[in-house]
């Protein structure tokens, strides 16, 4: 759980700061003269950010005070990141064996998180990589692309 | 001589005695006393047994009150501040006349005690007025019936009407003349009607004018006079409605209303505030600076606006941000004060306590270490940084401008949802409370001081509700808080273990209720049951979950949506729709499973889950959609059931309430003569006598001694009004214990009377009813005593209590004798004579005789009689030449090891005392 735990907050990290990046981004585009190409990539910037907000959603669900602005469906199961720390408190803070349902939400969870991870690992490798590549031929300084989200490089 | 009966021993104290003789004297007189203080009795000739119990049944209180309860009004009496009123929300309201050192109820007896407002009027301070009905909005708010007023301070209250207004949110007593009264009314939460708005009185409430009216769905949430005109009055009107699974708060009815001529007219307020639909407004006019008006707008756009022209003109001074940050949910708070003595100085009240400097531009907390969901602030006009603050956990004071709190822990209000107890000596109860957690306590401390706070164990937070102990394992408990946070407790150490049930991501995940059921089962302790929209079994103690129902509710998608909308959309849990409310399973036959959901269905399996059957449509007389709060398996017979539904969030006040002896095949109304008023939240069945129920209503508590057919108030000499939400019937000691939502836990000892009362008891002249086993507890003070900040919940009286009645009035010298197993007697003891029900209390000590047969003359306490052993004893009453007798068993102090032996020696020590001190005789 603690390793699961350690990359959902890399993640968790990586996606703040590849949204930000992403939201700086627009008005740089303004510099572009050529409209048609300014328009163009708007379109693909505008599709890289819907991909990427369905790509990281796992890691977008914040628990708020009381969970009182999440959602009818969120709320009924839980956010993961507050599930994954309650997950996690109470298997480690409880000296006796884990439930059964702890361990079955653990794996599903662990499956969950790597999964997503994989996706935003992609993102990064390659949708980023093409991003970059079409602001560098428009003369726009690229965006900094994170570190894969990996247990090795902490 | 200073005497202390506590400080010697036995024999010295009779050494004592011999050597002073005319103190002696002095004695005889407070022996006679005390000799009747023994006996607890309670006079009159019953008619019928509404009347014989009335004047019998005395309740105790255990309390807890470290919580206090959800305060939601708070006034002083300015030329006196240390008079204080607060109305604790769902308990009536409560008085100090210290400064909040001590408090007492002073509005508690009347038909409805939930309170939206207490206003004293300042030019008349022993004029209070109270609004019934709290007007937070929050799911389990309950009615009132109108305003009621005192004229002596709150001693004596006559309602004056409104009754249909059901809350009310502000009193306005106009400064000159305390006849000139406004009230501002909600109307009914649940539903609509036409009477709610402002209504104003100018004969003291003898007659009441609507002077402004929205709409039947719109309520008037707040009301405030300017302070320099008490022709000016500003009014925020709030549309709302809850419903089953949603809270509606805001609509195009909401706004702001002002009138310059006492109500005659109104003009909607709008130069300046946010277009479009508002929800709830808080306002406040500030008392330094004439003009200046404050309003708390919910909105899409939400902020704080304010007024420096008496509301002609708003402007905004408190971004959307900042407001969600101070009043994040707006339907329960919306409550906005302005500094007395400073115009820009503002407090906003809501999950956290904020006072801003600026008018709102920029806030910082204030109630740093207190409880959280605060709804009332009274500032010192006379002094700002005197404040008193009302929130979901009671009343905090601060002498320092909120720097620091001092918690009011003397007010017994809390609000229980569920009940549990356990198989220690004695039982300890628990008890889940809004907002408060769970708690365990004893129902008796064994401590001369009483049950205090500090006797009470927290076990979980959040809302809590059901806690159950292993009933094998005390100090295993299962609790949730809402929505099913299920964990396993281990008393020893204080570490729990979550183990609600959670559905796999590849299902849709479960819904559990607010206030989701949990049982042990009552043929297997490791057999454990809790319920969302399936019911769960689990064979372990939690650890594993087997789903052993399909879906049992309606799952009616329309009734899945965010709990409160449409503009600051929520979803706490409170609403959360579609679920099971109410589990039992037949203490008869393993398997046979009951469950009720909250959305009208009533479902039975016969064969342990496997199949289910839908019997609702079996009920006559059931509305639609009625919410399922309660079943109870009967004890007896394994197709008979019975089964509660509350209907009051549609609005519908009467009790539902139904027996089934085949299964839900068939049902029976067993309402009699319950009040139409007042919806039932439980309903239990006596485990040893099937024809004794109880019932829970919203206020009160009943028992029926027919099975249904007639229905008794127990309220007795003591319970105050109250809702009754949880019942139980403790199967070994066979007390009765009530969980009340505003008035914690009280309890009922011994209810043998009950089990025995019928129509052959009331014929005769004399009846003794069986005597319940009594434990030889030895009691002992163990701490230090407090003044009067403390609270102190009642043990029982220590002993063995000898229930009887008498149909007439008796004359002459009877006696209750209580005799050994040798036959002798060892004790007398007084009967009241009076006609009706009485029981008198035996210490489980005896005066030990001389050798010429003669009893010591001795102070009958503790320290001077002798404790009889434990074992068999009979008690014998001779009227006439009719004796009548019940046998008694003592039983030991479980805390003492001492052997049989051992006791027997103690004892014979006692009875010879004049063997070794001759001078005694």
């Not at chain 1, 996706?119 to 031929?137: A, C, G, V």
């Amino acid at each position: 759980m603690i390793k699961i735990n350690h990359l959902y907050a890399k993640a968790l990290t990586a996606v703040r700061n590849i949204s930000r990046s992403l939201e700086a981004l627009k008005p740089e585009l303004n510099k572009i003269s050529d409209q048609k190409q300014k328009a163009e990539i708007e379109i693909y910037l505008d599709n890289l950010c819907k991909n990427f907000e369905v790509t990281t959603e796992i890691f977008r669900t914040e628990g708020t005070l009381m969970g009182l602005s999440i959602p009818y469906k969120t709320f009924l199961r839980g956010p993961i990141n507050i599930r994954l720390i309650a997950l996690q408190q109470s298997v480690s803070s409880f000296p006796g064996e884990p439930t059964t349902s702890e361990l079955s939400q653990a794996n599903e969870i662990s499956e969950v998180v790597l999964k997503s991870i994989d996706k935003l690992n992609n993102f990064i490798q390659k949708d980023l990589d093409e991003f970059n590549k079409l602001l560098e031929n428009n003369g726009i300084s690229k965006i900094q692309k994170p570190a894969l989200v990996t247990l090795e490089n902490r | 001589m200073r005497f202390s009966p506590e400080s010697i021993n036995k024999v010295d104290f009779i050494h004592f005695i011999s050597g002073n003789f005319y103190f002696c004297h002095r004695l005889i007189l407070l022996i006679i006393l005390i000799i009747s203080l023994l006996s607890i009795s309670y006079p009159q000739f019953p008619e019928k047994p509404q009347d014989l119990l009335d004047k019998f049944i005395t309740w105790r209180n255990i309390g807890p009150a470290v919580m206090g309860g959800r305060t939601v009004d708070i006034d002083v009496v300015e030329r006196q501040p240390w008079i204080i009123y607060a109305a604790v929300g769902p308990s009536g309201v409560w008085k100090s006349e210290n400064n909040g050192i001590s408090w007492y109820p002073v509005f508690f007896k009347e038909t409805t005690v939930s309170v939206g407002d207490v206003t004293v009027a300042q030019s008349s301070p022993n004029i209070v007025w109270v609004g019934t009905g709290e007007a937070t909005a929050r799911n389990s708010v309950t009615v009132g019936d109108g305003v009621y007023k005192s004229t002596d301070g709150g001693k004596t209250w006559t309602n004056m009407g409104l009754k249909e207004t059901r809350h009310i949110s502000r009193i306005v007593i106009s400064r000159g003349d305390p006849n000139v009264v406004y009230v501002a009314a909600m109307g009914h939460l649940w539903g609509p009607n036409s009477e709610r708005g402002v209504y104003k009185t100018i004969d003291g409430g003898k007659t009441w004018t609507k002077i402004l009216y929205i709409n039947e769905n719109t309520g008037i949430c707040d009301l405030v006079m300017d302070p320099s005109d008490s022709q000016i009055l500003y009014a925020a009107a709030y549309e709302h409605r809850r419903r089953p699974y949603k809270m509606v708060s805001g609509g195009p009815g909401s706004g702001i209303y002002k009138t310059t001529d006492g109500g005659l007219t109104w003009k909607k307020l709008t130069k300046g505030l946010p277009e479009g639909v508002m929800g709830r407004i808080g306002l406040a006019a500030s008392r330094s600076k004439p003009g200046v008006v404050y309003a708390l707008i919910e909105h899409q756009n939400p902020g704080i606006w304010r007024s420096e022209d008496f509301g002609e003109t708003w402007k905004r001074t408190c971004d959307s941000k900042t407001y969600k940050n101070v009043n994040n949910r707006p339907f329960y708070y919306s409550q906005i004060y302005v500094d007395p003595n400073d115009d820009k100085t503002i407090y906003v009240l809501s999950t956290g306590l904020y006072v801003s400097n600026d008018m709102g531009q920029k806030f910082r907390g204030l109630g740093g270490g207190i409880h959280p969901d605060h709804h009332a602030l009274w500032i010192d006009p006379t002094n700002p940084l005197h404040l008193i603050d009302g929130n979901d956990g009671g009343i905090d004071i601060s002498y320092d401008g909120g720097k620091t709190w001092l918690p009011v822990t003397n007010i017994d209000a809390a609000e229980v949802y569920q009940l549990g107890y356990d198989f220690s000596v004695p039982y300890r109860v628990y008890c889940g409370l809004q907002d408060n957690g769970c708690w365990g306590g004893p129902s008796n401390s064994l401590d001369s001081r009483g049950i205090l706070n500090e006797h009470w164990e927290f076990i979980s937070g959040g809302d809590g509700f059901f806690v159950r102990p292993d009933p094998k394992n005390s100090f295993i408990v299962y609790c949730n808080s809402q929505n099913n946070g299920l964990t396993r407790k281990d008393l020893r150490h204080g570490q729990a273990k979550s183990i609600r049930p959670e559905a796999p991501l590849s299902e849709p995940p479960y819904r559990f209720n607010w206030n989701a059921p949990i049982m042990i089962s009552p043929h297997d302790n490791q057999t454990i049951y809790c319920a969302g929209n399936f019911l769960f079994q689990s064979k372990d103690g939690g650890y594993s979950w087997e789903k052993i129902s399909p879906d049992l509710t309606t799952n009616d998608k329309t009734k899945q949506v965010d709990g409160v909308g449409p503009i600051t959309v929520e979803n706490s849990g409170a609403e959360v729709h579609c679920t099971i409310t109410a589990i039992s399973e037949s203490p008869v036959k393993p398997g046979i499973l009951w469950c009720g959901t909250d959305d009208g269905n009533l479902q039975v399996s016969q064969d342990g889950g496997k199949t289910w059957v839908n019997v609702v449509k079996n009920i006559p007389g059931l509305p639609k959609e009625s919410w399922c709060s309660r079943i109870e398996a009967s004890h007896f017979e394994a197709g008979t059931a019975y089964v509660a539904f509350d209907n009051h969030r549609n609005d519908d006040y009467a009790p539902y309430i139904y027996k089934t002896s085949d299964f839900g095949k068939t049902w029976k109304s067993i309402r009699a003569n319950l009040p139409s008023f007042g919806w039932i939240h439980v309903i239990r069945e006596h485990p040893v006598n099937k024809n004794l129920l109880f019932v829970g209503t919203e206020f009160g508590i009943y028992a029926s001694l027919d099975c249904g057919l007639s229905w008794i108030n127990l309220k007795g000499i003591n319970l105050p009004t109250v809702a009754v939400h949880d019942i139980a019937i403790h199967p070994r000691d066979n007390d009765l214990i009530i969980g009340t939502h505003g008035r914690g836990i009280w309890i009922l000892d011994d209810i043998g009377f009950l089990t025995e009362l019928g129509p052959d008891t009331l014929d005769s002249d004399f009846y003794l009813f069986k005597i319940r086993n009594a434990q030889s507890f030895q009691v002992a003070s163990r701490g230090e005593t407090f003044g009067s900040f403390g609270f102190s919940g009642k043990n029982p009286i220590n002993g063995a209590g000898i229930t009887y009645f008498l149909k007439k009035d008796l004359s002459g010298d009877i006696r209750i004798k209580i005799l050994d197993q040798a036959g002798e007697t060892i004790v007398e003891l007084p009967l009241d004579k009076k006609a009706g029900l009485h029981r008198t209390y035996w210490n489980l000590q005896f005066v030990p005789k001389a050798s010429d047969g003669k009893k010591y003359l001795v102070i009958p306490t503790m320290t001077a009689m002798c404790n009889v052993i434990p074992g068999d004893y009979l008690v014998s009453i001779k009227i006439g030449d009719k004796e009548y007798q019940s046998n008694l068993r003592v039983l030991p102090d479980p805390r003492f090891e001492l052997l049989p032996e051992a006791q027997k020696k103690t004892a014979s020590a006692g009875r010879r005392f004049d063997q070794n001190q001759p001078s005694l005789r």
